[in-house]
């Protein structure tokens, strides 16, 4: 008869199961290779089963192997949604492992950082601020917890939690540049252009714009710092595509204005993204921490800044 399940054990087995590698799971665990190699071991004994085929030199499940990892997830789940809502402050701990986007640094960041600092007083962060691209990359490789993006990711074993959409705007220094009323966005293939990097979704949707108007291309100029963007734009060096909402003192302050662009600037929505598998407790409680922050920057700024977070199943 099989004895009691160790979690740990069971947790090891599902993150060998999804890396297809002891070497890479050992360094998800911070352990070692024998150590998790034992842990296999040992449920197998448990089981009196096996559950990895050490025939070849990929790492494969048996039959047996591939459902026992199905309740071992199951059961991994269950036991961090029961610490996520059983947990007090001083229970939940850790170093969350957090990647962020400038445009939400340059937002609501702070306020959620002083909720996390303030409701759960044991737990650290690591603070990456990234591209979208590239804190994509992390998460799927499991070098950061947490990530928020724009997005959603389509991958399997990705949750998305939908943060809203800032709207867009075509700014510039009024001094460097003035337009009399109204103008289609292909006028503006004669002025330098600056933008998010390449290949990220502002990127795109610029040069989308562009085709729609059947103008040329223009010439864009990029930088994966939002800061260094807004500056640039103050100083009169190009015309940006930036969110008002991270710009509100520029745009008080008169050193940017809003080009008064006939097409509309799809807006850029923002999600919340950790990996569906244990530990997950953590990350998910701050995503939904993210969440409210996000309803609530949107509940201060009105739409014309912040669009509110949709409902998860309807979110694009």
């Excluded at 399940?5 to 993150?15: A, D, K």
């Excluded at 991958?155 to 709207?167: A, H, M, T, W």
Aim: net charge neutral; hydrophobic share 45%; glycine share 6%.
């Amino acid at each position: 008869m099989a004895g009691a399940m160790n979690l740990r054990f069971l947790e090891t087995l599902v993150y060998v199961a999804e890396l297809r590698s002891f070497r890479q799971a050992a360094a998800r665990l911070h352990t070692t290779q024998p150590a998790v190699s034992a842990r296999i071991r040992a449920l197998e004994d448990s089981l009196g089963v096996e559950l990895v085929d050490r025939t070849g030199r990929d790492v494969r499940l048996t039959p047996a192997g591939v459902e026992a990892v199905r309740y071992a997830r199951a059961i991994a789940e269950l036991n961090a949604d029961m610490c996520q809502r059983l947990s007090s402050a001083q229970m939940l701990q850790g170093i969350l492992r957090l990647g962020v986007i400038d445009t939400i640094i340059h937002t609501w960041l702070p306020r959620l950082i002083e909720r996390l600092r303030t409701t759960y007083p044991q737990v650290s962060f690591e603070l990456t601020a990234d591209t979208s691209i590239s804190l994509a990359a992390q998460l799927r490789a499991g070098d950061i917890d947490l990530a928020l993006l724009m997005g959603p990711l389509d991958d399997d074993g990705i949750v998305n939690r939908d943060l809203g959409r800032y709207p867009m705007a075509w700014v510039a220094n009024p001094d460097r540049f003035a337009f009399d009323g109204p103008i289609d966005v292909a006028q503006l293939a004669d002025y330098p252009i600056l933008s998010y990097p390449r290949h990220s979704k502002p990127y795109r949707t610029i040069e989308r714009c562009f085709e729609a108007s059947r103008g040329r291309q223009p010439l864009l100029n990029c930088s994966n710092s939002l800061a260094s963007l807004v500056r640039l734009a103050v100083d009169g060096i190009g015309i940006a595509a930036i969110p008002p909402a991270v710009i509100e003192r520029e745009l008080a302050a008169g050193t940017l204005v809003r080009l008064p662009v006939r097409q509309a600037f799809p807006g850029l929505r923002f999600t919340a993204c950790y990996a569906d598998r244990p530990p997950a407790a953590l990350p998910s409680t701050v995503a939904g921490f993210a969440r409210e922050e996000a309803v609530r920057f949107s509940a201060e700024k009105g739409p014309d800044w912040a669009e509110p977070p949709q409902d998860d199943d309807t979110a694009p």
